[in-house]
């Protein structure tokens, strides 16, 4: 059955277009997608059809239809995944630079999430449905580390609480722009969709609530320093956003950071090194560390000479 989303044009909306108003009210819609719903009329102004740059007035009707997704098959693809634990419950993977957690638009194929489907056949848990199953967090796809993947709806449940609690430990490793001045610090900032441009993240006032601690490993003599960086919160890019928020960005990063590195990388260099959680059914807390990769390790005694 499709679905009918209905907004009211408020003060703050006033004067917006429509497709705009749509990108901002609707956070889990693209703004390419609601380009492609207005070209096919599913959009509508006060219950008339309308193109989505119609500008809009205050106490407007914005109504867009959104049809029933199709069905996707995500077939299962052999892998050689790098395994760093695995039980009846969980599974924890060294996730390598470049490979997508799971399927989204334009990633059907060659996901994380297609190796485990080879790997663990059915035993992976289906709260998050079929195009997530056990994926109870992720990594961005150019970012490299441990992540844990539940093989039951018992397993994730638990892992899910203990995210939501904030218990789970998680320590990333980085290296940024620039000498921080202090030893360690603290970035308590909310993160939310950037208003300037909605497809990166940013911090805003209405965000969620976002805490990254951080504290110095090394200070590299070409002007950058090589972090650690423990997540209380887990929000989308936060590392990333926090820390370019302080003018530390990280090296590689081209959203958040400088457009242009004389080094050659793929992405950002940030690699999720410590994983500790509760096991979901012993009650035992276990914690695995995973090595940087090749290329990280090269860059630090590269950048320390």
Known sequence: MDETIEIKVTS???????????????????????????????????DKISKG??????????????????????????????IVYEDQDVILINKPKNMVVHPAAGHYTGTLVNGLMAHCKDDLSGINGVLRPGIVHRIDKDTTGILIVCKNDMAHQSIAKQLYDHSITRKYHAIVYGNIKEEEGTVNAPIGRSLKDRKKMGIVMDG????????????????????????????????RVHMASIKHPLLGDDVYGPKKSKYTLEGQCLHAKVLGFVHPRTGEYMEFEVP???YFEKLLKKLDQ
């Open 12 to 46: 703050d909306l006033a004067g917006k277009r429509l497709d705009v108003i749509l990108a901002e009210q609707c956070d889990d819609l693209t703004r390419s997608y609601i380009n492609k719903l207005c070209k096919e009329e599913r959009a509508k102004l006060n």
């Open 53 to 82: 740059n119609k500008k809009c007035k205050e106490g407007d009707k914005i109504t867009l239809q959104i049809p029933e997704p199709e069905e996707l098959e995500i077939l299962p693809e052999k892998m050689d995944l790098d």
């Open 208 to 239: 969620k609530h976002a805490v990254t601690h951080y504290k110095v490993l090394r200070r590299l003599k070409k002007g950058f320093t090589y972090i650690e960086c423990q997540l209380e919160t887990g929000r989308t890019h936060q590392i």
């Open 292 to 294: 940087l990769p090749e």
